[in-house]
């Protein structure tokens, strides 16, 4: 190969591996796991986000592995919304690494009080992590979700507020 055509396939790769920045009128980017916490960050944020989310419907999210597609959107997103409760167990790793590098992540489970989450006498340890299960725990998670995007993405406050 000539040196004029390594030239051009090592220019090629370095500008197709730069990160991208993102525009002024890009919208606001929010990584979701399950395909119920896609639905409810798109009913939130309506227009106003863009929601990309990483298991799709039959996908079995507390045996899925993150694939590098998953973790290039993982790393471009504004925000990671998950379930937290061990329910994406193969993923809790990426999520750390993902609050490491400045990415805002925020676990659902954690926004409910232990009173909130529901418990099992057969594992006495673990919670429930179907906490969609609940009606007022989806209410009280959508408020707190609001609230949160509102200060992460203050111009589209007024959507999260109408749409929740």
């Keep these: 190969m000539s040196k004029l055509k390594i030239s051009v396939v090592l220019l090629f790769c370095l500008f197709a591996c730069k990160p991208r920045n993102k525009q002024k009128n890009s919208k606001f980017t929010v990584v979701t796991t399950t395909t119920m916490i896609t639905d409810l960050l798109q009913n939130i944020g309506g227009e106003a986000i863009e929601v990309k989310g990483i298991m799709g419907p039959g996908v079995d999210p507390h045996l899925y592995k993150a694939s ?8 471009q997103a504004d925000l990671i919304v998950y379930n937290g409760l061990h329910l994406e167990g193969k993923l809790v790793d990426v999520f750390e690494k993902m609050n ?28 429930d992590p179907h906490i969609w299960f609940s009606i007022d725990n989806w209410k009280k998670i959508t408020k707190e979700l609001i609230v949160f995007l509102s200060k992460l993405n203050p111009q589209n406050k007024a959507v999260y507020q109408k749409n929740g």
Aim: no cysteine.
């Design 100 to 127: 490491q590098i400045g990415r805002e992540t925020v676990a659902l489970g954690g926004l409910l009080t232990e009173k909130q989450i529901i418990n099992s006498e057969a594992f006495v340890s673990a919670h």
């Design 68 to 75: 590098e597609g998953d973790v290039a959107k993982l790393t």
